[in-house]
């Protein structure tokens, strides 16, 4: 038995790696192609691209692990950036006020999806896509469609330079993905949402609350999805009430090809954290090849295959002779 | 062995799923220190029984009493803090998580306040496996564990909570007999500890071995309670059947028509390393030998499932190449596999459909169905084999086990193959629908089809067919008549040992 688990170890090395192995070959491929890639300027940059996505796609993790999903969290963002630069502009309450009535937005949406999803027993897929709806329309309702301008320092601030020339959304970034790594794999909590995701009925029958595992990685994706809102509300100086459209979609490709299956029960953050700079690697170095940035949308989408094939090649590999062992 | 208060007792149970009334004033003791053997047909109420103890279900009315104070158990964590776990039929392990972490699941042990003690987590899993003389690592992943080692971590797991009363519902469904022996071995030293068993079986032979009480159910009744001296296997299964059957495996006398099937050399992946053998109509042959010595390969080379390596297949005299169970199907193989929800059957659709997929290329006019010819077939086959279903347009889910598998052969009978492989048709099915299958597999034959049919059970195996071959690790080590057949034969050939 040891030295069956520690050839799964190996495996599920390799199976991990892929993502990692991928990461590398486009880090020194843009590098050979692009001499300003390869510069702590342009890391920065794209770290700080990343960013963004890499938060929203944690939370994304979380539910996918569960079994679930959030499409929810581009209207989220968006929401979150509206209120906040509203409450702390408009009514003028200052920018505290603000970042905290942006976090709650997503906290409210994020126990919405739960209380849909946990009470009304409805698909996430279907509960979220209807949250996205009502999150966007909220936002284009509150903001007439028009930017929110006039965000002074203290607010501008969460999306500039800071701590050894590092940008604060970087610092974000690591803090929520320490937190999360630690509540994925040192709380009870994190083994049940693995749990839930492998198997709800049997999580249940093993005495765990699912319906409170469901609502906390809700709330999870909620607040991330905000946090990222309201960083890209301070990048951008002003809340737009059309960002964050399609960000669901980034947010999911991050975390599958960082190793997430989307049927659950699997996935971490390490991986998605991966997947995000893969993703923000090949929009800034397709960039800094000057590719047209129609162009790069099939680029991308090809990069996702490739590395979903690769995925599932090594992924075979390692099941197959698991399988037919359980066969007879 | 029998203590004065009983650890559990249940007075006058009822419960109603809507159309059915599944229990119904069911009173029933079970002691600290024995083993309850329940009995019944699929549908007889045993689970929903069960199910009612493990908080799962609630009951209607009735009394729920345990170690003499009455009790309420809402939910199945309820019923684990009062020390009752259930070792389920499906098999209740999170593949994606570690032996550990599945054990731990729900009341994982914690430091400083809120982390797991993933040290004492592996520590404590380890230490339970290693008492049961289970030989598993507790860091590995459940999903590389084959079927048997689950299903006793599974044991262990329930074990772990310091059960007081355990039920075990059909645990070895998917165990070889060497694995139901250490099965076996663990609840007759739970025994000895004090702790109160259930165990619900339909293999009669189990029953008789390790029980202490042996308790009935039909239609949501109970029939009888007692020692199990006061039963012999003939009175008990009438009592759940509530008919006679006479003969457990009724064999008629078949005529043996010419080679249909002939396998020279097979070879495919690690599992199937040489096998020959030959199959005639009219024919049935058992296909014997441990979980993993590659039966159930060599029935997914033949249908096109897994691709041959090495070796020739004859059909009817001349060679052929099955290289999708497409081919299979119009050379006239069909199979009835293994896993019948997992792999026979679309659970959430009706039993006409079910059996219509067969028919969807052969009986459409210009790519239109002609559901009128599809309805009529799938009607006939289900009263021949008298699938019990309130209609044709009932999920199969709902079905028992039994019925669910007499769906799967249906389709096959719908395309009247030539050759039929059954990979364990009986599993999980109970006494009445098992002789009912067991007597169309002799009416097939008879009738001129091939079959070949793999199986655990010896008895079911030694029962129906007319010669059987034995598999050991990827080859056919022996071929024995029906005459010369026996248990002792066949497990010797099938482990490898010489004659005891």
Redesign the interface.
């Given at each position: 038995m040891n030295q069956s688990s520690s050839i799964f170890r190996l495996m599920s090395f390799l199976r991990n790696a892929s993502t990692y192995l991928i990461l590398l070959v486009i880090l020194v491929w843009f590098a050979l192609l692009s001499p300003e890639f390869l510069t702590i300027n342009n890391l920065l940059t794209v770290a700080l691209q990343t960013s963004l996505i890499a938060l929203v796609a944690i939370g994304m993790t979380f539910t996918i692990i569960s079994g679930g999903i959030d499409l929810s969290v581009g209207s989220t963002a968006a929401l979150a950036g509206a209120l906040a630069a509203g409450v702390a502009t408009r009514l003028g309450l200052g920018t505290v006020a603000g970042l905290v009535v942006g976090l709650l937005s997503g906290v409210v949406i994020g126990f919405l999806n739960g209380a849909l999803i946990v009470w009304g027993r409805m698909p996430p897929f279907v509960a979220t896509l209807a949250t996205m709806a009502i999150g966007r329309g909220l936002t284009l309702v509150y903001t007439q469609g028009r930017p929110i301008a006039g965000l002074d320092k203290s607010f501008t601030f969460w999306g500039g330079n800071g701590w050894l020339g590092v940008p604060v959304p970087v610092w974000v970034l690591a803090v929520v993905a320490g937190i999360a790594y630690l509540i994925l794999k040192q709380t009870p909590l994190g083994l049940r949402i693995y749990a839930t995701g492998g198997g709800e009925e049997t999580t249940r029958l093993a005495g765990v609350n699912v319906g409170t595992v469901k609502f906390s990685v809700y709330l999870f994706s909620g607040v991330c999805a905000a946090l990222s809102g309201l960083i890209l509300t301070a990048r951008l100086w002003s809340a737009q009430p059309n960002v964050g459209i399609g960000l669901e979609l980034d947010a999911i490709a991050a975390a599958v090809l960082g190793g997430s299956s989307l049927a659950g029960g699997s996935g971490g953050i390490a991986g998605t954290l991966a997947g995000a700079f893969i993703i923000g690697m090949i929009s800034n170095g397709l960039n800094l090849l000057e590719v047209p940035s129609y162009n790069q949308q099939v680029v991308k989408g090809m990069v996702f295959i490739l590395a979903v094939m690769l995925d599932y090649f090594i992924k075979q590999r390692r099941s197959a002779p698991a399988a037919t062992a359980a066969e007879d | 062995m029998a203590e004065a208060i009983p650890r559990l007792k249940l007075e006058h149970i009822y419960k109603a799923f809507p159309g059915v009334q599944a229990v119904q004033d069911v009173s029933l003791e079970v002691y600290g220190g024995e083993i309850l053997a329940l009995v019944g047909e699929n549908g007889a109420g045993k689970s929903t029984l069960m199910n009612i103890v493990n908080g799962?279900v609630a009951l209607d009315s009735g009394r729920i009493v345990l170690d003499g104070q009455a009790v309420q158990i809402p939910?199945?964590?309820r019923a684990?803090e009062l020390g009752i776990t259930?070792i389920?039929q499906e098999l209740?392990?999170?593949?994606?998580?570690t032996v550990g972490?599945n054990i731990?699941?729900?009341?994982?042990p914690?430091r400083f306040g809120?982390?797991?003690n993933?040290q004492q987590v592996y520590r404590q899993a380890q230490q339970e496996l290693d008492r049961l003389g289970i030989?598993?690592?507790a860091?590995?992943?459940v999903?590389?564990l084959?079927?048997a080692e689950r299903q006793l971590v599974e044991i262990a797991k329930a074990l772990s909570y310091q059960a007081r009363l355990i039920v075990l519902d059909e645990p070895t469904s998917s165990l070889t007999s060497r694995e139901t022996e250490t099965l076996f071995r663990l609840v007759r030293t739970l025994r000895q500890e004090g702790v109160a068993l259930i165990y619900i079986s339909h293999r009669l032979e189990e029953v008789f071995e390790l029980a202490d009480r042996i308790a009935v159910m039909r239609d949501g009744q109970l029939v009888a309670q007692g020692k199990v001296t006061e039963f012999t296997p003939n009175r008990l299964v009438h009592l759940m059947v509530g008919r006679e059957l006479n003969e457990f495996f009724p064999k008629s006398q078949t005529q043996q028509g010419e080679p249909i099937l002939k396998v020279v050399d097979l070879q495919a992946?690690?599992?199937v390393r040489g096998v020959s053998f030959e199959l005639r109509r009219g024919e049935i042959v058992g296909l014997a030998g441990l979980?993993?010595?590659?039966?159930?390969?060599v029935a997914?080379v033949l249908f096109g499932v897994e691709r041959l390596k090495q070796g020739a297949i004859w059909f009817e005299g001349k060679p052929v190449h099955i290289r999708s169970p497409r081919d299979a199907i119009r050379l006239g193989i069909g199979l009835v596999p293994?896993?019948r929800k997992a792999q026979g059957l679309f659970l959430k659709q009706s039993v006409r459909y079910n059996i219509g997929t067969a028919l969807l290329e052969r009986l459409s006019r210009l790519s239109f169905l002609n559901f009128r010819a599809i309805n009529q077939i799938v009607r006939n086959l289900v009263e021949r084999l008298r699938v019990r279903t309130p209609s044709l347009n009932q999920q199969v889910r709902n079905l028992s086990g039994g019925n669910q598998q007499k769906v799967v052969i249906s389709r096959w009978l719908a395309l009247n193959p030539k050759v039929l492989i059954l990979d364990e048709p009986t599993r999980g099915v109970d006494v009445g629908a098992k002789a009912e299958i067991h007597a169309l597999m002799n009416e097939l034959a008879a009738q001129g089809m091939a079959i070949l049919m793999i199986s655990s059970e010896l008895p079911e195996v030694l029962g129906v067919s007319d010669r059987i071959l034995v598999m050991r690790e990827g080859r056919v080590v022996a071929e024995l008549t029906r005459a010369e057949a026996t248990q002792d034969r066949i497990m010797q050939a099938a482990t490898g040992q010489i004659e005891r």
């Open positions: - | 799962v939910s199945p964590r684990l259930m389920h209740a392990l999170i593949p994606e998580l972490q731990s699941l729900g009341r994982e914690r809120g982390w797991i993933w030989q598993v690592s860091r590995a992943r999903a590389d084959s079927i992946g690690k599992e979980v993993g010595s590659g039966r159930t390969n997914r293994e896993d």
